[in-house]
């Protein structure tokens, strides 16, 4: 028998969220995780706001929303909104009932400068990582380092001499290159200030961009720390030093990393923070390699090199997942807080894929 098309709606709803997402959903354990790491965070967040006035929007939920952007590639903070008031499994995640009025978009932005001035998302993944660390999912001796570059929301035309000798034509305007030198130390963006004219490699066409440096631990992949900095030659090094000091304590770690942290310098930060580098050699350097037989010649120098490849696994996730090929944000800070929180996303699914038990 056909069935008949029903037009009205029901007047009441009687079931929450909770009851349309299935048991098994791979959202449940990461819910799990977060609200465990957001609740230990509770005291940083009351810190922040004042204790009198209208009351904001709670900032446990804003972070869920911009997990769930990075977890599910949307592109938008219009449209995430848009998405939360239509999805239910949105709705549940963030933690908002049915009938809950879903706030405006620009909510986050009047609410980003408080959260990246007191670096949210670097205690959040501290604590998603203190969880891996209870859980035994954490190496204490081996990492691995590497950077990648994140191109920059702003365009090559708008890289102009900082004297104001070429000032802005218009929007989109048609540009002639040819002849013109570029350097950023004569030039800058008038986008993006803070961005930088690089190349990776040779061979590849320089970007407005930035660097993006994460720290690994070689047991299960897990990113323990991430930053970004304006991208210039040495910066990749210098972070990687930086990051690797705050693991380092009294036993002896091991670092990986590619060839191009073969340098005399970056070796030589290592062995005083009593850390073995396991670099990849660069034979072709100028004065040869900085790695020498030392270390070449044990068995954990082979498996340094083949497990710091995971690290390019984080990378390409955050770039194709989560949102990061080309940055939406502006200026160092930002684009860091960002980078980081999608550090963190990355790991919650590393974390469940490992089939971590949650309590």
């Known amino acids: 028998m056909r069935g008949n098309e029903e037009k009205a709606d029901a007047m009441f709803v009687y079931l929450s969220p909770e009851s349309f997402v299935p048991n098994d959903h791979p959202l449940r354990p990461i819910r799990t995780m977060v609200d465990n790491a957001l609740a230990t965070l509770d005291a940083d967040f009351a810190a922040l706001y004042s204790h009198t006035g209208r009351p904001s929007i709670p900032p446990e939920q804003l972070l869920k929303a911009l997990l769930l952007q990075a977890l599910y590639s949307v592109r ?23 009938d809950d009025k879903v706030w405006d978009h620009s909510t986050f932005s009047t609410n980003m400068e408080r959260l990246i001035d007191a670096d949210v ?10 969880q891996a660390r209870k859980a035994s999912l954490l190496s204490d001796e081996h990492f691995s380092v590497d950077g990648t570059l994140i191109e920059a929301w702003a365009s090559i035309k708008s890289f102009r001499p900082k004297d104001g000798s070429q000032p802005p034509v218009g929007r989109n305007q048609e540009r002639d290159f040819h002849g013109e030198k570029f350097s950023n130390e004569t030039h800058a963006s008038t986008t993006d200030p803070e961005a930088r004219l690089y190349k990776k490699s040779k061979g590849k066409e320089s970007r407005m961009s930035y660097l993006g440096h994460a720290l690994m ?17 040495t910066a990749e090094r210098k972070a990687a030093v930086e990051m690797v ?6 036993q002896r770690i091991t670092v990986g990393g590619d060839k191009g942290y073969d340098t005399n310098d970056f070796v030589g930060d290592l062995r005083g923070l009593k850390a073995t580098p396991h670099v990849a050699r660069n034979v072709e350097r100028n004065g040869g390699s900085a790695i020498d037989g030392r270390t070449t010649r044990h068995e954990g120098y082979q498996i340094s090199r083949r497990l710091r490849k995971r690290i390019e696994e984080a990378f390409g996730w955050i770039k194709t997942v ?8 502006r200026g160092t800070a930002k684009v860091d807080w960002y980078f980081v929180l999608a550090l963190s996303a ?7 894929n490992i089939g971590m038990v949650t309590a």
Not at 78 to 95: A, K, M, S, T
Not at 346 to 352: D, E, F, I, K
């Open 217 to 233: 631990e070689n047991r299960n992949g897990l990113i323990v720390d991430g930053i970004v900095t304006p991208a210039n030659g």
């Open 346 to 352: 990355y790991n919650l699914v590393r974390m469940r």
């Open 245 to 250: 000091a705050d693991v380092a304590g009294s």
């Open 76 to 98: 938008s903070n219009r449209l995430l909104v848009e998405q939360i008031n239509y999805n239910i499994l949105f709705r549940w995640f963030v933690g908002l009932a049915l």
């Open 322 to 329: 989560g949102n990061l090929r080309k940055t939406r944000h």
């Open 121 to 130: 998302s670097r205690l959040f993944l501290s604590t998603i990582m203190a």
